[in-house]
Each structure stands twice: as C-alpha cells, then as structure tokens.
C-alpha cells in the first residue's frame, strides 16, 4: 500500500502535539539528570624549556702570583757628551709660577769672602729672567802669590710669543786673576805686577726656536754665540780673541720613527797678540737620518768639514740595541769632530799659559763600544771602550827659566786608547751617589817625546745625601793619575818626569735654621794631600768654607 506524503505529514504532526501533551502533563515532580560519560581530557603541551645548569668552580688552594712591569727610576748617563739647549719651563696651570731668588755668603781660611747669588723673574707662561753673580778671593800658604779672584755676572731670558715661537738669549761677564806664584828656586823675587794674570770675557747669545713641530714636521732652532776674550800679563802684554759660532739645526719628522736632522755651523775665531795675528775658523755640514724604536735607535749620518779651508769627511754613526725590559744596552759608534783651537779654552784647562804663537783645531776621530744598564732596583751602571785618533793634540810644557808659565806644543798625531766605567745610585730624592774611572793608555805620539800634561788615571765620586728632612750631606772625591812633564836638568837639558798621583776627599753639610735661612760648611782637601795637578803648582792644602743662604720667592 503506497502512503501518501501528505499522510505522512499529518501522522507526525499528531505524534508531536501527543507527546507535548504527554509532558505538560507529568505531575509527579521526579528530577531528571544527564551523565556525560566520555574519556577524551583536553591537555595543554607542556613548552619546552633550555636549562642553565652551572659548574661549581674548582677549589684552589695556591696563591697567585701576579707580574708587574715598573720601570727603574734610574739615571742612566750616555757615554757622548751632548749640547744642553736651555728650554722654558712648561707651567701646569693649577700651580702657578713662583721665582725663586737666593744670596749664597761665606767666608773661610782660603776664601775669603766668598758671595753667589741668583735672582729669577717672569710668570714663567710668557717668559722668565734669571740673574746669576758669583764672586771671591781665595789665598793660599805655599807663598805670597798662590791667590785667584773671581768674578762674574751673567742674565738670561726666555719669552714665548703668541705664534708658538721662543726667543732666549743671553749676556755675561767674567773677570779672573791668577798669579804664576811655581816659580823655581822658591828665592827668586818678583813684584805683584810680574806675576799677575788677568782675564776677562764677554759673551752674548741668542736663539729662536718653534716650540711645536709646523705642520710639515719641522723643527728649528738657530742660535749665535759670541765670545770677546781679553788677556794681560807682564811678559807678553794684552791678547786679544774673538770668538763666534753660529748653529743652524733643522730637524724634520719622516713619520712613524724616521726622521732626518742638519744642522750647519760657523766656528769663527780670530786671534790677536803683540806678535800674531790669526784667524782659525771650522765649517761644518751634518745631515743624518736617525731611527728611534723601542728596542733600537740609529743615527747615521757624515760630516763634510773644512778645517781654514781643509777639508775632511767625519763619520757621524751611532747605534743603541736595547733589551724588552729596558735592563740592558749595548751601544757602538763611530764619530769624529774637531775641538776648536782657542786661548781661551786652552786657559780653562791651564791657567798659567802664555798665548800660544798659533792655535790649531784638533781633529779627533773615535770607534767604541759600550754598555748601559741597571742590575737591581737603584742601581745602574755603563762602561766604554774606545780607540781614538788625534791630530794637532795641543800640550803644555813648563817655559825653559824658572817654570812658572806653560807654553804650548802640538803633537801631530797621538792615539788613545780609553776606558771608562760608571756606577751610580739613586734612590728618590734622598740619596744621589754617582762614581766614575776613566783609563786612558796613549801611544804613538808624533812631534813630541811624552804626552805632557795628560792623565793617564781618573777617578770621581759624588754623594749628596738627604739624612734628615732639612739636613743635607755632601761628599766627593777626586784622583788621578801623575801626568808626565818636562824637567830641567841643566840651563840646556831636559827630560822626562811622571808626576806624582793625587786626591783630594771633600765633605760638606747643609740645614735649615728658619724657613728662609740656612747654614752650610764645607771642608775641602780633608787630608792635607800637597799634590800638583801642573808641576811646580801646589794646590791649595785643607780648607774650610761656611756660611748662610738667605732664599726667598716672589709670586
């Protein structure tokens, strides 16, 4: 039987509308309830995680050991003597300039009196100006004429202009006496006038220099020295030389650790007494490159030269080999010069020498080796070997009547052969102990018999010593070995003498008594040692020297 659709509408609709009836119709008040039973739990995925897990350290017991590098405060002197080039003081802004002013005064029974004195001005940023005097008479007990007097004054200054530049200059006057109180046999007679020596100098400076390298690395620094010296004695009336040097140093930075240096210099003297006339003038030419590194520094270089119009090539090298930890040096070289051939530098090394009758530069030309270094804290030392040429080595000979006036003689060719050690010890500002030997050996010597007048041996020692704050000792010591001389036998005969050894031991000490005020004694020859550094010259004997020093500061 076939249903209709619409049978089947109408069947369903009556089967809702009955069981809707059916519902409204409970009355039996019964709860009814739903269980959901099901075994699916939704569970978040744990995120994972990095873990940090750190080591414990290991236990250790040993203590460390930790390397320090401080390098030795010590003063380590080079073994070539190198020109001093007055610079201004650079001013720390937070401590202000102060010029400091002293008057040195004593007496004793040798000096008698005995005044130094120094005064300095300017605020040290633009400029500043110093002013040195320095004086005393002195008198000795071998006769009535072992005396000297001394004199001298001298002003310096310094003034910075606002372009970077420096002009210094300076002015001086020397006055001396000496006596030729060595005469032979001690009989002989002579008056004041006879036996008296006077010297006088004028000397003058100026230079310019640039105190920062220009923009092309230059540096400059031309200077002029000129010197008037003046001398007068009984026997060969008034000499008079001139001295003047001109220096024109330029140095120019390569970069890195090169750089080049010339310098160009005029030696001009002329030379006047009552029976010479001479003129005695060097030029120089020097252009070197010079390296400078941590561990090695190079100065190679020649020096064309023309000694009055003879010319010679000086080799100018040297070389410094350091070790890392700045302990140890080895140096070697090999230079030359000429040492200027003057009366008045002659003087200084001899004070009772006539004029010579002519002056001659003596070429000098040195090979050497040494070494430089510290072994402990405090401590330094160097050594020199060296092996130099000579030619015209100017020597002094005692004159052919009583001896009491030295002439001049050249050897035209001499060779040395010289040693030189230094030790020192310094520690701060307490303790300054430096002690020097020099051995010289000379050998084949051409013009003359013997080296006269030249020290085969000598020995320095110095020491100043802070004790206690205020109280300062000083102590120093100087020997040498008897340098050979001329005696006469017979009013025609000659030979040849070694003088004898000599040293001299000086102590002196120094305190305050009021802040501007101290006291110092000094002790000279402590040993009475009668030696003759020049023969037939006996130096002063044991003499003291004491007195105060008045110091004081103007801001």
């Not at 008056?191 to 100026?206: A, C, P, W």
């Not at 190679?300 to 700045?326: E, Q, R, Y």
């Not at 020199?384 to 009583?402: A, C, E, H, W």
């Not at 230094?422 to 500002?429: D, F, H, S």
């Amino acid at each position: 039987m076939t249903i209709s659709p619409l049978k089947i509408l109408l069947l369903s609709s009556a089967c809702v509308l009955t069981a809707m009836g059916t519902r409204a119709q409970d009355t039996t008040g019964k709860k009814r309830t739903i269980n959901i039973t099901s075994s699916f739990k939704p569970v978040l995925r744990e995120g994972v995680k990095i873990n940090f897990n750190a080591a414990l350290p290991v236990s250790d017991s040993a203590r460390p050991v930790l390397q320090y590098s401080i390098p030795k405060q010590n003063l380590l002197t080079g073994f070539l003597p190198q020109p001093l080039q007055p610079v201004a003081l650079a001013i720390d802004s937070v401590n202000p300039w102060v010029s400091s002013n002293y008057i040195k005064a004593g007496a004793g029974n040798v000096h008698l009196p005995y005044v130094q004195a120094g005064f300095s001005f300017g605020d040290g940023k633009t400029g500043y100006y110093n002013v040195f005097a320095k004086g005393y008479a002195s008198k000795g007990n071998y006769n009535d004429f072992q005396k000297n007097n001394y004199t001298g004054v001298s002003a310096s200054a310094a003034i910075k202009t606002t372009s970077g530049l420096e002009w210094n200059g300076k002015l001086g006057f020397t006055a001396e006496d000496y006596f030729f109180y060595g005469y032979q046999p001690a009989s002989l007679v002579f008056t004041r006038d006879q036996l008296r020596q006077r010297f006088q100098s004028y000397d003058g400076q100026i230079g310019l220099r640039n105190l920062a390298p220009t923009e092309f690395g230059l540096s400059y620094n031309p200077n002029l020295k000129v010197n008037v010296f003046d001398e007068k004695n009984f026997f060969t009336g008034t000499t008079h030389e001139t001295n003047s040097v001109l220096n024109l140093p330029l140095n120019k930075t390569l970069g890195g650790n090169y750089s080049f240096d010339l310098v160009l210099t005029a030696d001009l003297t002329h030379y006047n007494t009552q029976a010479v006339t001479q003129n005695n003038n060097v030029f120089y030419v020097s252009p070197s490159v010079k390296v400078n590194t941590a561990n090695f520094n190079l100065t190679a270089g020649l020096t064309p030269s023309w000694n009055n119009n003879l010319f010679h090539l000086f080799p100018n090298i040297m070389a410094d080999i350091v070790t890392n930890d700045k302990n140890f040096t080895l140096q070697v070289g090999w230079i030359g010069n000429y040492d200027k051939g003057s009366y008045q530098r002659y003087t200084q090394i001899n004070p009772w020498l006539l004029p010579p009758g002519n002056l001659r530069n003596t070429r000098a030309q040195e090979m050497y080796a040494g070494i430089k270094g510290s072994l402990i804290d405090h401590f330094s030392y160097s050594a020199k070997i060296g092996f130099v040429q000579y030619r015209d080595m100017p020597l002094f000979i005692n004159d052919s009547t009583d001896g009491k006036t030295f002439n001049t003689v050249y050897a035209s060719s001499l060779q040395a052969l010289k040693v030189h050690g230094e030790i020192a010890w310094t520690q701060g500002e307490d303790i300054t102990w430096t002690n020097a030997l020099t051995l010289t050996h000379y050998s084949n010597i051409a013009g003359q018999i013997a080296p006269w007048g030249l020290v085969p041996l000598e020995i320095t020692s110095s020491l100043r010593w802070q004790l206690f704050k205020d109280f300062f000792l000083n102590a120093g010591l100087y020997g040498y070995g008897g340098a050979p001389y001329q005696a006469r036998v017979s009013p025609t005969t000659y030979k040849q003498q070694t003088g004898q050894s000599g040293i001299d031991v000086n102590a002196g000490v120094e305190f305050k008594v009021a802040r501007p005020l101290k006291l110092w004694l000094q002790f000279n020859n402590i040993f009475n040692n009668k030696y003759e550094r020049w023969h037939q010259y006996q130096v002063y004997g044991f003499n003291l020297l004491g007195g105060i020093i008045f110091s004081f500061d103007q801001k």
